[in-house]
């Protein structure tokens, strides 16, 4: 990984494999971390997906390891509470392995990689409902990743209404994604299980989402306060994100 992009990009499929974990798949996330087994460890994946598995056995490890042993903490305690200490050490794994990947990064690397992570709520803002955007200071240029098939244009779905144009799956997004399917069994039509980058809220096939136009990021309708109506009446009108607001 040469540039902080590229730094960022496998933090983000990472983060979004631990968000799915800790929000749309909890009840499953749960039963996998079982007390009764060894020390397991919580992974998100670069393909997007997650994995409860035992730690690596290299010594020292390829790169760095999440917090060992969730499990046994299970049943000591709420759920909220374990949640939160999960989301927590999480986000710590999170920023070691954005950093490992970046430790040859010079000085600006390091600060452009810094306010890419920062644009997003961490873990344990998410699910304990503080996602909400924050001072952010503006960044040097726009995130240069992002999906390269074409935007449709926000509130415009190709679809039924409501539904997500943007997350339909592709013969190419299989191919790609096939990782996917040996860390995750459960499969998302249209991309739905996706968390809002803004507050965390998970996708569904019913709800209104809207691309922005200029990073191609999809945000949750009632999130940023729009609707299919609002997206009809601004026509041509780009629509912009609340993470390009703050940049601009």
């Keep these: ?18 968000l799915r974990a800790l929000t749309s798949e909890f ?41 060992l ?4 903490a299970r049943d000591g305690m709420t759920k909220k509470d374990w949640l939160a200490l999960v989301a927590v050490h999480s986000d710590t794994w999170l920023f070691a392995v954005a950093f490992y990947n970046g430790a040859r990064l010079n000085r600006d690397g390091r600060e452009r990689l810094f306010e890419l992570i920062n644009e997003q709520p961490t873990c344990y803002e998410v699910v304990m409902g503080k996602g909400g955007p924050g001072p952010v200071k503006p960044m ?10 074409p935007a449709s244009r926000p509130g415009r779905p190709s ?3 409501g539904r997500h144009p943007g997350r339909v799956r592709d013969e190419d997004d299989d191919e790609n994604d096939s990782d996917d399917d040996e860390g995750d069994n459960e499969t998302y039509a249209d991309g739905e299980g996706d968390p809002c980058p803004n507050c965390g809220r998970v996708y569904r096939v019913s709800d209104f989402w809207i691309q922005c136009d200029y990073c ?15 997206a009809d ?5 780009k629509w912009k994100c609340p993470a390009c607001e703050r940049r601009s």
Excluded at 69 to 72: A, D, Q, Y
Excluded at 140 to 149: C, H, L, Y
């Design 1 to 18: 990984m040469r540039t902080p992009e590229e730094v960022y990009h496998d933090f983000s499929l990472r983060r979004k494999g631990i």
């Design 27 to 67: 009840d499953k996330f749960f039963e996998c971390a079982d007390p009764n087994k060894d020390n397991l460890c919580l992974y998100g994946l670069p393909s997007g997906a997650w994995e409860v598995d035992l730690p690596a056995e290299e010594v020292p490890p390829e790169m760095p390891e999440p917090a």
């Design 69 to 72: 042993g969730i499990n046994f």
């Design 140 to 149: 040097k240029k726009p995130v240069m990743f992002a999906d390269p098939r």
């Design 159 to 161: 679809g039924p209404p």
């Design 216 to 230: 191609n990021t999809w945000y949750d309708g009632k999130c940023v306060g729009m609707s299919q109506a609002k």
């Design 233 to 237: 009446r601004m026509g041509s009108q």
